[in-house]
């Protein structure tokens, strides 16, 4: 019913810039939040960046000042723009609809997620 798709993933250098897109598609009724959780090897997944239907934000501390999320206009679309690139950012990159109505139905939806690697 409801799918998230992520894109712009791929392998910089440290210092580099990449930009990552997300479309939901689907029945979508309202949500709170959209954003973006990452998860590297063996380790849990975590927040990022958010945003909410109000239009404030929140970051992980490690990519404050370096990602910024941001909201498409007539689209269920979220992107993340990533500058100044560490090594430690590499993971899987997940969209996430937080708070999402479809219907009857209140849940959170994921994408697949985009991997994201920066060497060093």
């Known amino acids: 019913q409801v799918r998230l798709a992520e894109s712009g993933g791929g392998l910089v250098q440290a210092g580099g810039s990449l930009r990552l897109s997300c479309e939901a598609d689907?029945?979508?009724?309202?949500?709170?939040?959209m954003g973006w959780y990452r998860q590297a090897p063996g380790k849990q997944r975590e927040l990022v960046a958010i945003?909410?239907?109000?239009?404030?934000?929140n970051y992980a501390d490690s990519v404050k000042g370096r990602f910024t999320v941001s909201r498409g206009n007539a689209k269920n679309t979220v992107y993340l723009q990533m500058n100044s690139l560490k090594p430690e950012d590499t993971a899987v990159y997940f969209c996430?609809?937080?708070?999402?109505?479809?219907?009857?139905?209140?849940?959170?939806?994921w994408g697949q997620g985009t991997q994201v690697t920066v060497s060093s």
């Open positions: 996430a609809l937080k708070g999402a109505r479809t219907g009857l139905l209140t849940s959170d939806y």
């Open positions: 689907g029945i979508i009724f309202s949500f709170n939040a």
């Open positions: 945003m909410t239907t109000s239009g404030s934000t």
